[in-house]
């Protein structure tokens, strides 16, 4: 994800969430944390307790886990918040819903769409692999079901390709397969689902269950089975996602749901299993160049997170090409970031003297959700900016290299 840099390199390959709390009516409670943020210009993490416990009725029963804390550790999935010891720190995506509040103003409707582009991209980052799939076959449950496994058993065989390795292999097996939640008990004695979330689960096999009975030699298995508990919960929350942003309603896959899953494919973002059943999200490749592999070897074109904006902004907006339309790519694109920037700065009081630069990763959603919202087409700006940074003289802006990232712009005062 684009700036996020995750604990294990190789979870690129693997596109997908665990069950979870807070999950459903996703848009309408993102855009009252937006309203929080931006209210505040900061989040306290009494805020976000008050937010959630009052605000949505989730109060603290008798779990260990607060509700707060599930919803900060999804919402972290979605780039929006994290968790930080005593604290709560907004992400980038929190930052980029709020400067489109700002430029959008009271303009509801155009907002909401901006929302729904911003959200599809985190979706699609964080849980590519699994609501793909379901979008794909309209949450039916039986092809839901094929679909997953045959995404499982692609994306196996892509990498047995790649690893000569049988302990890596099988790490990366496990890493792709869709796994059960184990059922443990806690202090009370009710049984209860471990969640993704959890940092520590309960053994609740003996250590001589997990030895190895095998020869270090055999392949890894190659069983792909799909929990049925898992399926349901999936589904439904899924299913609710693609309602949410407008892909998905009473009758079935929506026209720009269907226009999503092709523009995912022409864009080179989403490769398929050669028959366009299956949808296969590996991730960017600046994250797959991180453990040294090139998209062609997993027999895909590769893609940016520019890239996956712009199909997402063609599927909800068909007619849509990258080229200018009312706003001129040269120079004002330049000047629209400017205004981005500024309000990047304002966004929170406590960190305004250090943001000196705006970064790609949210330069770029505003500009395509705010294009979307505004209903007219989006600009080249890598070749806009390209053009600036090789000015000789009153250049605007120049970048600057993050480290991980796609880097930040300097505006020059």
Known sequence: MAAIIQADPYQTLSRKIGYSVGLE????????????YSGKQGLSLADFKDLVEIGWGRKKGKAKTAPYEHFANFYSTL????????????????????????????????YDRAVKVVLAQSIIESDGDVFLNGLQSEFDPLRFEALLK?????????LDAVFPSLQLRAKLRQLVSIKNQSVVQDEGQKTRRSSSADRFTRRTTPLT?????????????????????????????????????????????????????????LQHVVSSDGIGRVALFWGYTSNLRRIRIEPKQLSSEGCEAWDLLIAISQGYSPESKTSPARMDPYPDVVDFLADVFRLYRKARTDKALI????????????????????????????????????????RRVQKMKIRDTAGALFFMS
Not at 150 to 158: A, L, P, T, Y
Request: charged share 30%.
């Open 25 to 36: 009516n996703l848009r309408e409670r993102v855009k009252q944390l937006v309203s929080l």
């Open 79 to 110: 780039n929006l918040v994290r968790l930080f010891g005593r604290d709560i720190e907004p992400l980038y995506q929190l930052d980029s819903l709020s400067i489109l509040r700002s430029l959008l103003g009271a303009q509801e409707d155009k």
């Open 209 to 265: 269950a997990l030895r190895r009975t095998s020869l270090l030699s055999n392949a890894p298995a190659g069983v792909v089975e799909i929990p049925e508990d898992y399926l349901d919960k999936v589904r439904s929350s899924r299913r609710g996602w693609a309602i949410d942003l407008g892909l998905f309603d009473a009758k079935g896959r929506t026209e720009q749901g269907t226009s999503l899953l092709e523009h995912l494919i």
């Open 355 to 394: 943001r000196n630069s705006l970064p790609m990763y949210i330069a770029e959603p505003v500009l395509v959700a705010w294009c979307v919202a505004q209903g007219v087409s989006i600009p080249p700006l890598h070749d806009t900016l390209e053009r600036e940074f090789k000015k000789q003289t009153r």
């Open 150 to 158: 045959e995404m499982v058993e692609e994306k196996w065989r892509r």
